[in-house]
Each structure stands twice: as C-alpha cells, then as structure tokens.
C-alpha cells in the first residue's frame, strides 16, 4: 500500500508546489492511517488542516480504499 500512496501523492503534490508547499510520506500504518509533513508555505499555514482533510486525505481515500484516515506528523 505504500507504493500506491506515493503515487498518489506525486499527483498531488503539483497543486501544493504551486503555492510554494509540499508533502512528505512519513508512514503507513497497517490500519489504514497514513502519516504524512507538510513543508514549505504548507508548514503552520492557517488552512493546512482544510489542505490535509479536503485534499490529501480526500484523494488518498479514493485512489486506495485501504486508506482509513490522514494525519499529519
């Protein structure tokens, strides 16, 4: 499943570049958590938990049913 979700994330990873962020794959959990670090412009950015839940986490559930949940590291 790690390998589905860096792919996942290299689609979307364009988007927050372009805002001068980025993402970071920090784990996979067995349980269908994934772990990741907001960088750059993201990091401590007011809507980076908007980013995190209606972005990353919205994509990942639905490329990889597996994905339970996203959290931030």
């Known amino acids: 499943m ?3 979700v860096k792919n996942a ?7 927050l570049q372009a805002d001068g962020g980025d993402v ?3 784990e996979v959990q067995e349980d269908g958590v994934v ?8 990091k ?6 908007i980013t995190l839940a ?4 919205r994509v990942l559930k639905e490329e990889i ?3 339970k949940k996203v959290e931030e590291a």
């Open 54 to 57: 209606n972005g990353i986490e």
């Open 44 to 49: 401590g950015c007011p809507m980076a938990s």
């Open 9 to 15: 994330l290299e689609k979307i990873r364009p988007a």
């Open 2 to 4: 790690e390998e589905k």
């Open 65 to 67: 049913p597996e994905v």
């Open 24 to 26: 970071e794959l920090v």
């Open 35 to 42: 772990k990741v670090r907001l960088t750059g412009a993201c």
